[in-house]
């Protein structure tokens, strides 16, 4: 249970960051991408395109999951698709 608690502080700090501009806002466009998306999934290509430079940073806050085998950007659990859901996007 801790790391379902973990995983939603970390996204919480996330979002909070980025009402404050302290990081790239375009990390909600992804979000919301993925979770529009059929799959709920991205192509890297796509994530990397619209997070920018610091995609590789966003992969190592447990936000986001890389699927090396099929190239594409999920929510890192179903814990964090619900805060996105709930929290975020507000649906």
């Known amino acids: 249970m801790q790391g379902c608690r973990d995983e939603i502080i970390e996204i919480a700090k996330l979002f909070d960051e980025i009402k404050h501009d302290k990081v790239n806002s375009n990390i909600k466009q992804a979000l919301e991408a993925i979770y529009n998306s059929p799959g709920?999934?991205?192509?890297m290509k796509s994530y990397q395109t619209?997070?920018?430079?610091?995609?590789?940073?966003?992969?190592k806050r447990n936000?986001?999951?890389?699927?090396?085998?099929?190239?594409?950007?999920?929510?890192?659990?179903?814990?964090?698709?619900n805060y996105v859901q709930e929290e975020v996007l507000k649906k």
């Open 50 to 59: 619209v997070v920018g430079n610091e995609w590789k940073l966003y992969l």
């Open 40 to 43: 709920k999934e991205i192509s």
């Open 63 to 81: 936000v986001f999951s890389y699927h090396p085998n099929k190239d594409i950007i999920t929510f890192q659990s179903k814990v964090v698709e």
